[in-house]
Each structure stands twice: as structure tokens, then as C-alpha cells.
């Protein structure tokens, strides 16, 4: 009974939706604060009833209720607890609830903490929002019904797919969506104000954080998706170009351009079509990431759904969304005014040079996913578009960019002095290039130009380090004074530094994996011994183990320096009973920021086995920068200027009138 209170809470959702969706829409046309109430307590009551229908679904997965369709091809008793809760958007259609749900978390924020928007723009918003959630709440009821019930109910679940029995796609599905979903709120923001018909730059400071909250969970969803696939599907490496992966990129990239822009437009006003185009393009980009997983016309680890009329339901849902949101900004743009001018040398211009730079090499990314797509739609031939495509073009699009980043912040707002903002760095640049050579010649060689990216990498860092360091006046000024006004900066200059220092981190260890990592590919017998990155490794053989649903054969290696044991790795082939799907288990031993990655392969004839053993230096650069980019997220969404909503003007206090005494 309860798994049909739960279907039917998210009919009552629709229906609740429906009406947010209209009401204080034309509320706010006829200026009716009755009506235009509707929107915050109708969101407030859709999470409530969404919430409760996830929260069924996620019951029936942890008591494994197999009578439950998404359960029996989900779930199996002897599976833990944790990934049954996690199986519970292992899955399509729990996962379009999860995005469901984090839909209408985020509407009902809005409703709560948008205390300070004005009355209709905040109305517009949120019947925004409850539009997205008609269109998903309908897709969910009509094509993806998670509360489809077996009779007779099975015995026994099928199991979930087990490469996502792994504590990393516990976490990787609900931070990637908060970032993708996060962005609905940036485009309902841009929809409401073109039909409003008022973008200003109080505009831009509402729905700066909110832009700034969604970046923030969108890195690390990718960041936490990337690691996994790094260590579970065995193969050693931690990005490669899937179209999937992209998807995630997209939204990532113009939301990244989003930010900046919003930025301008809060500061100097200017931007103001650049930056309501870029709220649309966002979402419009993680709507077509969710229709490329959800829809089937890909084949990867990250897709669920084969089911054509599901794929045909989420591109009516883009044709609507996408088409209806261009079209009203092609109406509307005309009218906006152009905003505050700048001259190319200033914040604003190097701004606008990322934004470029960002939104082009998106489009690049863009056309390697969609083109083999759309040859195929039109041709039936097949290519595919991997990695060398994507390394060359983004890789060239990108260097231009980390040289400039570090130029913004010491630019002057509409007007800059490049000259002095040359004199500040190129101390910087000078110490990034030596640190690069020391960095080059320890790790004994490589390609010359990695000693370029090296310094590029080390660039940024500094470059964060430096905007901090002139802004307190370090070096010109008492140190007690200048520890003053280091403290006293706001803290959305710190945000902006970790973020900024954050990439270079990342670009670091993306330059040194690719660099200086060895491969060793070999067949080993128990007792024999190889090298990698410096350290000797010994097969010390295979051990039988068994799991709660799960059988493997392990094989232990002893780790070496000098001549002596200093560590050891497991690595297993792993064979769930349920599905009898295998699975390989790397080994991992983390030295610093490096890493030796060991991975069994097939037994050979003689009694041996195939071993891929990899030395990857520096790799934890790339997620760890990844953190420290969102911790900078985290950081500036605390400053208090970046509060959601401009604050109300307080009304002065009325001086009593002393009447005259008769």
C-alpha cells in the first residue's frame, strides 16, 4: 500500500505543479499579491510531496520490496545497505526522480530564501521551475513509472550493475545533479525577467549565487565521476572524451562563462544580453545531457535508458524548453538596453576574452558529441570523434586562457593599466618557469613543452597568490597593517583566489600524469619481480575471497624501495553471483600526490597473469585542484555581499508627531 501512496504523491506533485506553473504567472500580470502568494507555498508543498514519493521508492529498495519492478531489476537482498540506497538512482528511473527531487529542492529555496526578490519577479521564477517540474513530472508518470508493481512479486532481485556498487556513484549522481539541475534556476531567473521585461544589475546580483552554488556541485560531480571511473573501470586513465563525460563538460563550461558574465553585469552593468543568452544556453546544455544518457542514442556506463519513446518524450521536452526560451529572447533582446561601456583593457575585457574563449571551445566539445550523431542520423555511417580531436582542439583554445586569467583581477574596472599589471607579474611568471624547469628535471625528462604547460600551471597559482598578496599591500606596507587588510578583503576574493589556483592545481597534474606516467604491460608468475616510477613490485600470487554478493580472486603484489618493503597492493577480478557480471578491482598505493595503479588482467597458459602496472605522478593534482575549485565556490558563496536576493531598502522610521499640548 505504501508504494501506491508514493505513486499517487506524485500525481498530487503534477497537479500541484500545474498549478505554480499558472497562478502566479498571471498574478503577477494583474499585479494580484493573492495569486503571486501561491508561488512560494506551492513549491514549498511540491517539494514536500516529491520528497515523500523519493523517499517511498528509496523504502521499497532498503526493505527490498521486489514486487517493485525498479527494485527486482535494481536490488538483491544480499546487496549493502548502502548501495541499495544508492541503487536507488543507480538507475533510470530513480535517477529522473532524484533529478526530480533536487528540481523542486531547488524551487522550494527559492521560495524560502528569496524573501528579498520583488514580488513578481519571484512569482515569474518559480512558475518557471514549476514548468520544468510538469515536463519531468509527466515524463516520470508516463514513461519511466518507478512504482510499477510484479505479480507475483519474484524471490530475488536481479542485482544492480556492478560497476556502480561503488561508494564514488553513491556520491557522483546527487553532486553532478545539484550542479546540473542547479542551473534550472539560472534559466527560469533569465525567462522570468525577459518576461518581465527588467534585467539590471540587481538581476544580475540575484541570481549571481545561485549561479555560483550550481558551478560549485557541478565540479565536483565531474571531479567525483572522473575518480571513478579512474579506479573502478580498471583501465588507468581519468577522462576520456565519452560523450557522457561531455554532457557533464558542456554545462560546466558555459556555466563557468555564466559566471563571469553575471559578474560584470552585477559590477558595471554591461553584459546584459551575453548574460541572459548564457543562462539559457546552460540549462539548454543540461537538458541535452540528460536527454543524451536518458534517451539510449548512446551506448555507455553512464546510460540507462533504451527506450525510444522515452528519448522522443525529453526532446519534446528540449524542442519546448530550448526553442520556447530562444524564441523569447529573440523577442525581447532588441528592447534591452546595451548597458555600461569599458575599454577592451579592463576587468570587463579580460572577462569578456574568457567568455569567449569558454563558449567557443563548449561549441568545440559540442560538435565532436553531436557530429558522429548526426552523420550517423543522416548517412548510417559511423565515425567516432575521440580523444586526439578533443586534446588538440580544446587543449589550443585553452593555453590562451590560462595566461590571461591571472591578468583580471589586477585589471581596473573600465579601464585597466596592462603595463602595470605586466610589472606585477612578470615576477610571477619568471618564478612559475624556474619552478617548472626544477619540476622538469626531477622528474629526469620528458617532452620540452611540458616545461610550458608546467609554467602555465604554476602561473595561475602564483597569479591567485599574487592578486592576494598586492591587495593586502604585503611587502609595501607595515606588516600589521597589511595582515589587517588581508583579513579585512572580502571573501569573495579568497573564493576567486582558491578557484583560480584550484585550475592551475589541476592543469599541474593534468600536464605531469600525461607527461611522465609509465605503462608497464607484462605477464608475471608468483615471486617475479618488475619496476615502476621508482619502485620495485613483487607477485607474491592469487588468494580466493568471497563478499556479501560477490566472489574474486585476489592478487597481491609487495612494494619496494632500496631494497626494502615499504608497502603492499591488492588487486582482484571480482564475479557477482547475482548477474555473474565481472568486474576487475585496481590496486592503488597513493605516495604524495602520486600513484601506482595496478590492474589484473586474463591468466595465461603457463600459470602466470597478464598485470597493466601504471606510475602516475601527480595525479591527485587533478581532483585535488578540482576540491580546491569548489571549495573557492563554497568560500565566495559565504560572503555576505552574495546573500540570495538584493537586500530591501529599509524604510526610514516616522518621527512621532508631539501634538501641542492645550
Not at 64 to 73: A, C, I, L, T
Not at 150 to 169: R, S, T, W
Not at 337 to 356: H, Q, W, Y
Request: charge should be neutral.
Amino acid at each position: 500500500m505504501i508504494i501506491e501512496i508514493g505513486h499517487y504523491a506524485l500525481i498530487l506533485a503534477l497537479a500541484t505543479a500545474i498549478i505554480v506553473s499558472l497562478v502566479p504567472l498571471i498574478g503577477a500580470k494583474r499585479m494580484d499579491q493573492a495569486m503571486m502568494d501561491v508561488g512560494p507555498t506551492g513549491s514549498v508543498v511540491l517539494f514536500a510531496l516529491v520528497a515523500f514519493s523519493f523517499g517511498v521508492l528509496t523504502y521499497a529498495h532498503v526493505v527490498s520490496d521486489f514486487s517493485v519492478k525498479n527494485v527486482w531489476e535494481n536490488s538483491h537482498s544480499l546487496m549493502p545497505l548502502i548501495y541499495k540506497y544508492s541503487g536507488v538512482w543507480g538507475n533510470h528511473e530513480g535517477s529522473m526522480m532524484l533529478w526530480l527531487l533536487i528540481l523542486a529542492l531547488f524551487s522550494a529555496l527559492v521560495a524560502v530564501f528569496g524573501r528579498n526578490l520583488p514580488d513578481t519577479l519571484k512569482a515569474n521564477v518559480l512558475s518557471v521551475q514549476a514548468w520544468i517540474s510538469v515536463a519531468f513530472i509527466l515524463f516520470i508518470l508516463l514513461t519511466s513509472n518507478p512504482f510499477a508493481r510484479l505479480d507475483p512479486a519474484p524471490a530475488e532481485g536481479k542485482d544492480l550493475n556492478p560497476i556502480l556498487q561503488d561508494i564514488g556513484l553513491a556520491i557522483h549522481p546527487p553532486l553532478l545533479y545539484l550542479g546540473y539541475v542547479g542551473f534550472s534556476v539560472c534559466f527560469s531567473f533569465a525567462v522570468a525577467a525577459l518576461i518581465e521585461g527588467r534585467i539590471d544589475a540587481a538581476w544580475a546580483r540575484w541570481v549571481r549565487p545561485w549561479t555560483l552554488a550550481a558551478w560549485t556541485f557541478l565540479t565536483l560531480g565531474i571531479a567525483m565521476g572522473s575518480y571513478w571511473a579512474y579506479y573502478e573501470l580498471g583501465w588507468g586513465g581519468w577522462w576520456f572524451w565519452d560523450p557522457v563525460e561531455n554532457a557533464s563538460f558542456m554545462p560546466w563550461l558555459a556555466g563557468t562563462a555564466l559566471l563571469h558574465s553575471a559578474l560584470v553585469m552585477e559590477k558595471r552593468e554591461a553584459l546584459k544580453i551575453w548574460t541572459v543568452l548564457l543562462a539559457i544556453l546552460t540549462f539548454s546544455l543540461s537538458l541535452m545531457g540528460t536527454f543524451l544518457v536518458r534517451s539510449g542514442v548512446l551506448t555507455s556506463v553512464h546510460a540507462f535508458a533504451s527506450d525510444p519513446s522515452r528519448g522522443v518524450f525529453i526532446l519534446c521536452i528540449l524542442l519546448l524548453f530550448i526553442g520556447g526560451a530562444l524564441s523569447l529572447f529573440a523577442f525581447r533582446a532588441p528592447r534591452l538596453t546595451a548597458g555600461g561601456l569599458f575599454a577592451p583593457i579592463s576587468r570587463e575585457g579580460a572577462l569578456v576574452v574568457n567568455n569567449l574563449i569558454l563558449t567557443v571551445a563548449c561549441g568545440t566539445v559540442l560538435t565532436g558529441t553531436l557530429y558522429p550523431l548526426v552523420l550517423e542520423t543522416l548517412t548510417d555511417d559511423k565515425i567516432s570523434v575521440g580523444p586526439p580531436f578533443f586534446n588538440l582542439t580544446f587543449g589550443l583554445l585553452m593555453a590562451p586562457l590560462l595566461v590571461i586569467v591571472p591578468f583580471g583581477p589586477l585589471l581596473a574596472w573600465k579601464r585597466g593599466d596592462l603595463l602595470g599589471a605586466l610589472q606585477r607579474l612578470y615576477t610571477v611568471a619568471a618564478l612559475a618557469f624556474v619552478a617548472a624547469l626544477v619540476f622538469f628535471y626531477f622528474q629526469h625528462g620528458g617532452p620540452v613543452l611540458s616545461v610550458l604547460g608546467l609554467a602555465a600551471a604554476l602561473f595561475l597559482v602564483f597569479g591567485a597568490i599574487a592578486d592576494l598578496w598586492y591587495r593586502a599591500g604585503i611587502g609595501k606596507l607595515a606588516p600589521g597593517i597589511a595582515w589587517r587588510r588581508l583579513k579585512g578583503l572580502p571573501r569573495s576574493a579568497f573564493g576567486t583566489a582558491f578557484a583560480h589556483a584550484g585550475l592551475g592545481i589541476s592543469v599541474l597534474g593534468i600536464v605531469a600524469t600525461t607527461t611522465f606516467q609509465t605503462e608497464h604491460v607484462l605477464q608475471m608468475k608468483q615471486g617475479e619481480v618488475t619496476d615502476a616510477g621508482g619502485y620495485t613490485l613483487r607477485f607474491d600470487g592469487m588468494q580466493k575471497a568471497t563478499g556479501p554478493n560477490y566472489t574474486e580472486e585476489r592478487g597481491h603484489f609487495s612494494v619496494g624501495k632500496g631494497g626494502v618493503e615499504v608497502a603492499d597492493v591488492w588487486s582482484a577480478k571480482r564475479l557477482y553471483t547475482a548477474g555473474q557480471m565481472p568486474t576487475t578491482e585496481a590496486g592503488i598505493l597513493t605516495f604524495g600526490a602520486s600513484q601506482l595503479y595496478v590492474s589484473l588482467g586474463d591468466p595465461t597458459d603457463d600459470g602466470g597473469i597478464v598485470v597493466r602496472i601504471w606510475w602516475k605522478p601527480f595525479i591527485l593534482c587533478i581532483w585535488g585542484g578540482a576540491v580546491l575549485m569548489a571549495f573557492g565556490g563554497f568560500v565566495s558563496l559565504s560572503d555576505r555581499r552574495l546573500r540570495v536576493g538584493a537586500p530591501r531598502r529599509k524604510a526610514k522610521p516616522v518621527q512621532p508627531v508631539l501634538e501641542p499640548a492645550e
